[in-house]
């Protein structure tokens, strides 16, 4: 069984900051990239930020230059620093993992999300 639990959302005002954090537990195997996601009322989920074991990185271009994605591999954990916070940013941000179970299965594991909201 495998776990992804986020913590560090919440309200902030505009122009704030927060901190992001997820930490994969269970019968991992290997970790492949980890990332988060976001979701706003009516819209669709969206990639906001991804990284590779390696540490590549990938952001959505609305948040480039704002946020930064880290990770510590052998903690399984990922965070995500954003600044410059806007009222846009406000959304339930969920934490993903492309991951092999050490029972050899692979796929995404998501965690519960988290809800940021910025005020203006």
């Known amino acids: 069984q495998v776990q992804l639990v986020e913590s560090g959302g919440g309200l902030v005002q505009f122009g704030g900051s927060l901190r992001l954090s997820c930490a994969a537990s269970?019968?991992?195997?290997?970790?492949?990239?980890m990332g988060w996601y976001r979701q706003a009322p009516g819209s669709q989920r969206e990639l906001v930020a991804t990284?590779?074991?390696?540490?590549?990185?990938n952001y959505a271009d609305s948040v480039k230059g704002r946020f930064t994605i880290s990770r510590d591999n052998a903690k399984n954990t990922v965070l995500l620093q954003m600044n410059s916070l806007k009222p846009e940013d406000t959304a339930v941000y969920y934490c993903?993992?492309?991951?092999?179970?050490?029972?050899?299965?692979?796929?995404?594991?998501w965690g519960q999300g988290t809800q940021v909201t910025v005020s203006s």
């Open positions: 269970g019968s991992i195997f290997v970790i492949s990239a």
């Open positions: 990284i590779t074991s390696s540490g590549s990185t």
């Open positions: 993903n993992a492309v991951l092999t179970t050490a029972w050899g299965r692979k796929g995404d594991y």
